[in-house]
């Protein structure tokens, strides 16, 4: 039977105060939370919320979770919606095997097609992770 480790969250924005902050060709780091990692045989679930608005055409979107610096997922979402209409983004990752110590884990997003597309982090977000073992 697994037993938590450890839990951890970062929630930037619940989705009841109004945000918005464009997303560009650069990584965009939007939530981080850390985690102690004391045991070798574990496993790291991680969840992951996003609200985007879409501003301009179709904007593809890339999100991406690292732990420290090591990319563990990228998700790629398209964003066809009107413009200013809004979507909820989710996405679930697991990180097996874990280096023990202090590890952070990230998300960022940004536009992969921004010539002519663009969109804009609305809220809610919300990135957690729970460390358990195997």
Same mark, same amino acid.
């Given at each position: 039977?697994?037993?938590?480790?450890? &839990? %951890?969250?970062?929630?930037?924005?619940? =989705?009841?105060?109004?945000?918005?902050?464009?997303?560009?060709?650069?990584?965009?780091?939007?939530? =981080?939370?850390?985690? =102690?990692?004391?045991?070798?045989?574990? /496993?790291?679930?991680?969840?992951? /919320?996003? =609200? $985007?608005? %879409? /501003?301009? !055409? %179709?904007?593809?979107?890339? &999100? +991406?979770?690292?732990? %420290? /610096? @090591?990319?563990?997922?990228? $998700?790629? *979402?398209?964003? @066809?919606?009107?413009?200013? *209409?809004?979507?909820?983004?989710? &996405? @679930?990752?697991?990180?097996?095997?874990?280096?023990? !110590?202090? @590890? !952070?884990?990230? $998300?960022?997003?940004?536009? *992969?097609?921004?010539?002519?597309?663009?969109?804009?982090?609305? !809220?809610?977000?919300?990135?957690?992770?729970?460390?358990?073992? +195997?």
């Amino acid at each position: 039977m697994a037993t938590v480790i450890d &839990f %951890n969250a970062s929630v930037p924005a619940n =989705g009841s105060n109004t945000i918005f902050i464009p997303i560009n060709a650069q990584p965009l780091k939007i939530a =981080g939370f850390g985690l =102690g990692i004391t045991t070798p045989s574990n /496993t790291v679930i991680i969840d992951t /919320t996003v =609200g $985007v608005v %879409n /501003t301009l !055409g %179709n904007p593809v979107l890339l &999100f +991406k979770v690292l732990r %420290n /610096t @090591q990319v563990i997922l990228t $998700v790629r *979402e398209e964003v @066809q919606l009107a413009v200013g *209409e809004s979507k909820t983004v989710s &996405f @679930q990752s697991v990180d097996v095997d874990v280096p023990t !110590g202090s @590890q !952070g884990y990230t $998300v960022t997003v940004e536009i *992969e097609n921004g010539l002519v597309n663009s969109a804009a982090v609305s !809220g809610p977000i919300t990135h957690s992770g729970v460390a358990l073992t +195997k």
